[in-house]
């Protein structure tokens, strides 16, 4: 047990004195509706199929997850957007896509917008410290900052993760974990870069196409006393891999002259800190009551010339809280810097809705490009 211990305690070391560097990278995501209805997926949030994803140190007090084929997307636009959208509809399709985006545009620092939906080439099982999973998502992202330039993406992820949490600590009231996560990632997609009003003309056929292999690894420590209190560190996203460009649909290649482009992304520490409230005398009304904290991009707070080019420090604070009343109805609210989260669940055995609204910053600073997001599933876990 104790050279198993020092073997944990080696590769956490090693690992996170590797992630030195860093470069621009789009890491996978899955749509975790569940999480969103309180702003994000928090560190000491074990009760979660995703929790191998989120905090791998997190498997220890888990227990056992199955998580099954499941349907769930997610859609963010900017606030404005739905009303202009059901207006459009509401014109029987007078209206143009191309005129309305130019409106969305007006007055504005420029808008994001993005899309998620998982497909059902999805599962994971973690149980005894181990997990493995296999995730497969769609997406879609595009970033207009003028009428005169717009940069969009369109692609799918399948990336199969492993991984384990190593018990340093698991006696009377204070348990101790580390963990880690491996993953493999294959993405193909294609891509856009012109103005708005380009859109009427293009020629989809010509639009070039990419792909990229990656392996990631998330390293995490978790402490937890008596239950209830639980304090997380996870670096977050450390990514190796390339990528290539197979020119345009219509005749891509493998086997092109283009070259194989590395990279390698460093990731970031975020902090969490989470409490199960205990619920006494309410509890067969009130099943469970917890309380999440999160910190993220801690290491910008010591790097002045990194912090110019990320996000307000308010943005990486997340604020959540999860009441189940009857064992069955789920009532979620939270708060990512200024922007607010609300959400609903039903769970009835391995069957579990759920919805969520909520806010989220796509620029650096709070209301520089706010995106209002919407997201539902109907998912297979226990």
Known sequence: ?????????????????????????????????????????????????????????????????????????????????????????????????????????????????????????????????????????????????????????????????GGFSCPIIDEGIHKVSLGITAELLGRFGIYHQGSVTGLTSIDFSTLPAFMTLGMGFDIGATYNVWDILSISAVWKDLYLGMDKNLGAISSMSFSNNGEWKKFLQSGDLTLGLGVQVPTGVLEKVLTSFAVYVDYANITKLFNREKAIFLPHPLLDLSVGMEAILFKTIAL??????????????????????????????????????PQVHGAFSLAFYY
């Open 332 to 369: 979620r609210f939270g708060m990512t810097g200024p922007y607010l989260a609300g959400g609903l669940g039903i769970d009835l055995g391995p069957f579990h809705m759920s919805m969520s609204l909520y806010g989220k910053e796509k620029g650096l600073d709070p209301g520089s490009s």
């Open 1 to 161: 047990m104790k050279m198993k211990r020092l073997a944990c305690l080696m590769l956490f070391s090693v690992i996170v004195s590797y992630a030195v560097s860093a470069v621009d990278f789009f890491a996978p995501t899955v749509v975790d509706v569940r999480s969103s209805g309180m702003g994000k997926s928090y560190l000491c949030d074990f009760d979660q199929p995703f929790v191998m994803l989120n905090n791998p140190s997190g498997m220890m007090f888990s227990g056992k997850q199955v998580f099954l084929p499941t349907l769930a997307f997610d859609l963010g636009l900017p606030p404005k957007a739905p009303r202009m959208l059901f207006d459009m509809v509401k014109s029987n399709g007078n209206t143009n896509i191309v005129n309305t985006l130019v409106e969305l545009l007006k007055g504005s620092n420029g808008i994001y917008m993005d899309g998620d939906i998982m497909l059902p080439l999805t599962f994971s099982v973690v149980a005894n410290n181990w997990g493995i999973g296999l995730y497969n998502n769609v997406f879609v992202r595009a970033d207009l900052p003028s009428v005169s330039s717009m940069t969009a993406t369109a692609g799918g992820d399948l990336f199969l993760v």
